[in-house]
């Protein structure tokens, strides 16, 4: 079963078609990357799924819910995570949490809040105002609001970005964990060629907001003959396909 | 609790812990009205002690005037910054990804609006009380009437602010400090409507707040209440609050189409 299903997705900004076409599905329990440089259409994917932005044409379908039709109900089953979209930083750490358990509602939150600052450390950092963190302990706690309602879907849009090599690693660490341990969904956009090689089954390279290529990490790699997905990056980005297979 | 209440008493929950930890929020929600108050009342005492009973008579809708303003341009800023809150503390992102309803956005803000209203309106009330021996409360039970068409016409007016932040963005945050003050004049806050000129008139009486500040003046200075100026306020709200209501939709869709949601704030 498909815990995401894109089909024929478009969108178009008066002269700018931002995305064009694409097609995707993500397998439930799987890691999915989106990748592709700047201005490929990531982001306005990732804002298409989560329904902050009505396609121009084409279908998406979020744990059997048309998101056109019916995207609270998916929503409500969704979470998200990016550097860009900050939480108010005079709440603390728990009021911020205590939000979206509300939104979210979340069962026992009180309960839930404890958990996720034990798993992600923040028992230190809970009463002190968000804006106070260190770039580190706020990817943490936006981690924590992206799993406060235990998420079946979850999108990432570059969730280690601007941190150190030892905390990302961590972050990646907990993200390969509560995936195994929830079965959860996973659509990760970044730039960080060495996290999605860790992290995903499955990869969609966007350029131009259309797909060009897909398949696991090990079939990109064998596809271009390179041995790392950031030479693959480049192959695609600069369009060096063919020179590389040969 | 029921998920929608839930949801609402989230977003609300978000002001009042900012509120806790912002005493600047907090001295802001009053001082404005505490500060129109003291210029207005010893205005209304100035002339009560010049003309006599007729200065008092003025001076005592000159106060009611005032307070029941407040009532409209608190309760409209009060929905209009708790959405402009979310746009500074760039949180808009959060929330229209969270299953939360516009409908439920609307309610939570209407919620903070009532509390910001009360928190800046009560203290200028018992101001008014206390220094100048004005009791709002002497108009009867008929006051919370006048409360509600004048609540309910900032919420209609704020949410035509929401409507043309979300589609031009941070640079229509002006309108939520100032687009009030322009139906003021035709208000009849602080005169009849008669003293307008004739092609105004029609105007003035298409404001609900119009036949609040007439039916204000009836109860204050005739004793009456004036129950066709509060039908019709009440009517002129359900059209002015469907219609601001369309608006929203029609915007908040608008913004779902172009991208605005995702660069509101810059």
Sequence with gaps: ?246 | MKPMFRRVWGLMYRHLALYRRSWPRLLELAYWPVLQMCIWGFTARFLAARLGNPGLLAGATLLGGVLLWEVTLRSQMGMSISFLEEIWSRNLGHIFVSPLRPIELIAALIGMSVIRMLMGVLPAILLAWGLYAFNLFTLGPVLILFFANLMIMGWAVALGVVSLILRHGAGAEPLAWGVLFGLAPFSAVFYPVSVLPSFLRPISYALPTTHVFEGMRAALLQGVIRWDHLAAAFVLNAVWLAGAAWLFSRQFHAARVSGALISIGE
């Design chain 1, 1 to 246: 079963m498909n815990a995401i299903q894109v089909e024929n997705l478009t969108k178009r900004y008066r002269d700018v078609l931002a995305v064009d076409d694409i097609s995707f599905v993500a397998p439930a329990g799987a890691t999915v990357g989106l990748l592709g440089g700047n201005g490929a259409g990531k982001t306005t994917t990732i804002a298409m799924l989560l329904g902050l932005l009505v396609p121009t044409s084409g279908r998406i379908t979020v744990l059997g819910h048309d998101m056109a039709k019916d995207r609270f109900a998916a929503l409500a089953r969704m979470n998200f995570s990016s550097p860009y979209v900050a939480l108010p930083s005079r709440l603390t750490v728990r009021q911020n949490m205590r939000v979206y358990g509300h939104l979210y509602d979340v069962p026992c939150m009180d309960e839930r809040i404890a958990a996720l600052a034990r798993e992600l450390d923040l028992g230190e950092i809970l009463d002190r105002p968000a804006g106070q963190l260190s770039a580190g302990q706020k990817t943490r706690v936006a981690l924590a609001k992206a799993l406060i309602n235990r998420p079946a879907v979850l999108l990432l849009d570059e969730p280690t970005a601007s941190l150190d090599p030892d905390t990302g690693d961590l972050v990646r660490t907990w993200l390969e964990q509560y995936r195994a341990d929830s079965g959860c969904t996973i659509l990760l956009a970044s730039h960080n060629m060495a996290e999605v090689e860790r992290l995903c089954s499955h990869v969609i390279m966007l350029k131009s907001g259309q797909v060009v290529d897909r398949g696991s990490p090990k079939d990109l790699l064998d596809r271009y003959g390179r041995h790392d997905l950031e030479d693959v990056f480049l192959d695609i980005a600069r369009d060096r396909r063919h020179a590389a297979a040969a």
